[in-house]
């Protein structure tokens, strides 16, 4: 075991995670929901990003939620904070060495479609990784090779519209693309990620999707749309306006999480 997967079995104890979250800028309010809970700073887990963005904890929370045993990651590293697409690497090594075999993604995100505006949700189908890296560059083995055809899990995401569906709250579906930041996208790259086929454009999620797909665990992800992409209203965009609109469309999420927990994931 690595010695972070040992600090956090022995922090866990009997409880055993069905499911581990990563949640994005301004979705850390999920984490509060968590009861019984277990918090394990990033800093006493070696390997842990040592996470700087404002609106990341750095901290793990464990416990109950929706009365299922489940694990937060409430904080990320970015790549645009050093370059590294690895930096999760670790992390997602010692969820998977302690048991934890599904992965939901969260982040914060713009959208390019008008009819999917701030506030919505939207589950991603599918990625294009336009950041020119890859959290695998380096990796020796020829397991580096990881086959992304079915990336997002489709048993994850049916359960996922179905408890949308149950909870009558609304979920759009599409195509993220990741830009590396930190600066945000041009109103050229918004027009040409448009053409490409995104639906939605963000600065996190598919490195930690690439390393969690390495690792053979099932991964799903939601994107919380806190603005129209740059170009598409005339004003600048914020990282503050990011923080601020994140709790509407992330109290959202949360109604569909609750309800996909509650109901058990599937098989
Ligand atoms: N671009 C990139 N990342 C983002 C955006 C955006 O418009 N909104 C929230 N995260």
């Known amino acids: 075991m690595t010695s972070a997967a040992a600090i956090l079995a022995s922090k866990l104890g009997t409880l055993k995670p069905e499911v581990a979250f990563i949640l994005g800028s301004g979705l850390s309010p ?8 277990i918090r394990i700073p990033y800093a006493e887990l070696p390997g842990f ?5 404002s609106g990341h904890a750095g901290e793990i929370v464990a416990g109950d939620f929706a009365g299922r045993p489940v694990l937060m990651l409430s904080g990320r590293a970015h790549y645009y904070e050093h370059g590294n697409a690895a930096a999760m690497r670790p992390a997602l ?21 008008p009819d ?24 020796p083995t020829d397991r580096r090779f990881v086959g992304l055809t079915q ?12 408890a949308a569906d149950a909870t009558g709250t609304p979920l759009h ?14 109103p050229a790259e918004i027009r040409m990620a448009r053409v490409m086929g995104a639906d939605a454009v963000g600065m996190s999620t598919v490195p930690e999707v690439i ?19 740059a170009g598409m209203t005339g004003g600048e965009l914020s990282h503050q306006e990011t923080k601020d609109i994140a709790p509407v469309g992330g109290a959202r999420l949360a109604t569909i999480l609750r309800h996909l927990v509650g109901a058990g994931l599937p098989a």
Request: hydrophobic share 50%; net charge negative.
């Open 30 to 37: 999920l984490a509060e929901e968590v009861t019984n809970a």
């Open 49 to 53: 990003p040592k996470s700087g963005v």
């Open 93 to 113: 090594e010692a969820l998977f060495v302690i048991g934890i075999t599904n992965l939901i993604l969260t982040n914060a995100a713009g959208s390019l479609n």
């Open 116 to 139: 999917m505006p701030a506030g919505t949700v939207m589950l991603i189908s599918d990625h294009i990784n336009f950041s020119g890296s890859n959290p695998l560059f380096g990796e």
């Open 151 to 162: 990336a997002y899990d489709a048993g994850l995401r049916r359960a996922i519209e179905a």
């Open 173 to 186: 579906q599409g195509v993220y693309m990741w830009f590396s930041g930190p600066s945000f996208e041009t």
């Open 211 to 229: 390393l969690a797909r390495f690792l053979g665990m099932r991964v799903a992800a939601c994107s919380v749309i806190t603005n129209l992409a």
